[in-house]
């Protein structure tokens, strides 16, 4: 059973740095999608954050975190990452990676097939 664990949240001080990590488990190898980050905080609807191919070659971020955020994996340790730089309260949600049924993926949660727990992240002065 594929699965993913998000990890690397906490509570920080506006203006400090996280990165937070997704590992897989449990797939056949060498089996690459694309993977995503979104979040969604309390009475807020899920957002999208970031996407990644399945390779790392292609990259795609919001808007919103664009200049503050940069998604990147390495498939040898079955891993995405989300740079998060220059946190401030707004960012304050459960983050949540996810893996799409394909090699490439937009925002579109409906293409995403498979999504990990969460990791809190906190932002607070």
């Known amino acids: 059973q594929v699965q993913l664990k998000e990890s690397g949240g906490g509570l920080v001080r506006p203006g400090d740095s996280l990165r937070l990590s997704c590992v897989k488990s449990?797939?056949?190898?060498?089996?690459?999608?694309?993977m995503a980050w979104f979040r969604q905080a309390p009475g807020k609807e899920r957002e999208f954050l970031a996407t990644v191919s399945w390779s790392g070659g292609t990259t795609y971020h919001s808007n919103s975190v664009a200049k503050r955020f940069t998604i990147s994996r390495v498939n040898a340790k079955n891993a995405v990452y989300l740079q998060m730089n220059n946190l401030n309260i707004e960012d304050t949600a459960t983050y949540y990676c996810?893996?799409?049924?394909?090699?490439?993926?937009?925002?579109?949660?409906?293409?995403?097939?498979?999504w990990g727990q969460g990791t809190q992240v906190t932002v607070s002065s």
């Open positions: 449990g797939d056949i190898p060498d089996n690459f999608m694309a």
């Open positions: 996810a893996r799409s049924r394909g090699k490439w993926a937009d925002q579109d949660p409906s293409q995403y097939i498979l």
